[in-house]
């Protein structure tokens, strides 16, 4: 009978522990995991309303897996002064107007802080 009871105690550890594990994969699938930190509910940095727009650049960036990597590149671009910015994670592009002319490698290096890889930095007025 004490056997029994070790069984059914192991069973019921290891049912818990699967749960646990199954409902931990299905959030990071649906891209709400914490693969890189987060798993919580992201508050995203407002976009400015510029008063004038001198450009737009497209950054197509790698790296960025889940809601919460998109949304760190968002507010990390919406911080900077004189750009308003908006991350499209599942088509891995960043559209970023600016008030005024920004080196790609400011853009770049603000990016890839993150630990993300920027691939290609294309301006509209090329």
């Given at each position: 009978?004490?056997?029994?009871?070790?069984?059914?105690?192991?069973?019921?550890?290891?049912?818990?522990?699967?749960?646990?594990?199954?409902?931990?994969?299905?959030?990071?699938?649906?891209?709400?995991?914490?693969?890189?930190?987060?798993?919580?509910?992201?508050?995203?940095?407002?976009?400015?309303?510029?008063?004038?727009?001198?450009?737009?650049?497209?950054?197509r960036i790698e790296g960025m897996h889940c809601e919460h990597c998109y949304a760190r590149v968002h507010n990390v671009l919406n911080?900077?002064?004189?750009?308003?910015?908006?991350?499209?994670?599942?088509?891995?592009?960043?559209?970023?107007?600016?008030?005024?002319?920004?080196?790609?490698?400011?853009?770049?290096?603000?990016?890839?802080?993150?630990?993300?890889?920027?691939?290609?930095?294309?301006?509209?007025?090329?």
């Amino acid at each position: 009978m004490g056997s029994t009871i070790s069984n059914i105690i192991i069973i019921i550890i290891i049912v818990l522990v699967l749960f646990f594990a199954v409902k931990s994969s299905i959030a990071h699938f649906k891209g709400q995991g914490s693969c890189c930190g987060g798993g919580g509910k992201d508050v995203l940095t407002k976009p400015k309303k510029l008063s004038n727009v001198a450009n737009v650049k497209t950054v197509r960036i790698e790296g960025m897996h889940c809601e919460h990597c998109y949304a760190r590149v968002h507010n990390v671009l919406n911080s900077m002064e004189g750009i308003s910015a908006k991350v499209n994670g599942k088509k891995g592009i960043a559209i970023v107007k600016m008030e005024k002319e920004i080196e790609d490698q400011v853009l770049s290096d603000a990016i890839t802080d993150l630990g993300y890889t920027v691939l290609s930095i294309q301006s509209e007025k090329e």
